[in-house]
């Protein structure tokens, strides 16, 4: 019953993702201007994270059939961000 939910979760949830990669283009541009702000940890976990939202998004939709759960995983990196106080 579990994985069934799982299943219908995955696919608008992946939609959502997706829709949320087009504000993200221009992030992703602009995180390399915050290496002006110095060699900070936080700094680098910003423009790893912008730089691998995409790859998640991508390897959720290639893998939402097989592991329904890979559709959380871009969550997992925006969850990153916003603890590193970006």
Same mark, same amino acid.
């Given at each position: 019953?579990?994985?069934? *939910? /799982?299943?219908?979760?995955? %696919?608008?949830?992946?939609? !959502?993702? *997706?829709?949320?990669? /087009?504000? @993200?283009?221009?992030?992703?541009? &602009?995180?390399?201007?915050?290496?002006? $702000? @110095?060699?900070? !940890? #936080?700094?680098?976990? +910003?423009?790893? #994270? &912008?730089? %691998?939202?995409?790859? #998640?998004? @991508?390897? =959720?939709? !290639?893998?939402?059939?097989?592991?329904?759960?890979?559709? +959380? !995983?871009? $969550? &997992?990196?925006?969850?990153?961000?916003?603890?590193? =106080?970006?």
């Amino acid at each position: 019953m579990k994985r069934q *939910t /799982l299943e219908k979760v995955a %696919t608008p949830l992946l939609i !959502l993702w *997706t829709v949320l990669l /087009l504000p @993200g283009v221009p992030l992703a541009v &602009a995180s390399l201007m915050a290496v002006d $702000a @110095g060699p900070k !940890l #936080s700094v680098y976990i +910003f423009i790893a #994270s &912008a730089w %691998t939202y995409p790859i #998640s998004v @991508g390897v =959720g939709w !290639l893998l939402k059939d097989k592991m329904p759960i890979i559709a +959380f !995983l871009p $969550a &997992a990196i925006i969850v990153v961000w916003l603890i590193s =106080g970006s």
